[in-house]
């Protein structure tokens, strides 16, 4: 996966993420359009399919809404890389099969607009701008299973199938 990194600080948490005054739809299309506008109001314009956002501790605190993660996929988003998730967001990012990675480095040292590729497998991160490496946890492979599959629902069905 490559793109464009955008950043964001620490705590941004789920209203930051959907606002609450969204979640009148579960329309992954309709929760897209206002992904992040209360922590950028513009950022929905400026991002582009695949690119990354890269966040500081904790995000994805506050509610256990699974809106959150589901408007960061629909938006286009590859990934998000962060120093530390809170622990539903988490789990609600890997139903809905949307990679996250925890790196502290990365998140420190990434900048704003760096073009980056990760790969899931071995959980490296590369920040093509200036040429460094990250290294995350990869998943366990139950977990990336999940994720290939486009989150547990799909996995579920495929291992039924």
């Not at 962060?82 to 139903?95: G, V």
């Not at 490296?124 to 629902?153: H, V």
Request: proline share 4%.
């Amino acid at each position: 996966m490559r793109g464009k990194a955008w950043k964001f600080g620490n705590n941004i948490d789920t209203d930051l993420i959907i606002p609450a005054r969204y979640l009148n739809t579960h329309d992954p299309v309709e929760l897209a359009r206002h992904c992040m506008e209360d922590a950028d109001p513009n950022w929905i314009k400026k991002t582009g399919k695949g690119d990354f956002i890269v966040g500081g501790d904790n995000f994805g605190c506050g509610s256990s809404r699974e809106h959150a993660p589901i408007a960061i996929k629909a938006a286009g988003v590859s990934a998000v890389i962060a120093r530390s998730f809170a622990r539903i967001f988490y789990r609600n990012a890997i139903n809905i099969g949307l990679p996250i990675l925890e790196s502290a480095k990365a998140a420190e040292e990434i900048k704003e607009g760096d073009q980056i590729e990760v790969e899931l497998a071995s959980g490296t991160i590369r920040d093509l701008t200036t040429g460094k490496s990250y290294q995350a946890q990869p998943f366990p492979e139950f977990m990336q299973k999940i994720i290939d599959a486009g989150g547990l629902i799909g996995y579920l069905k495929a291992k039924t199938a």
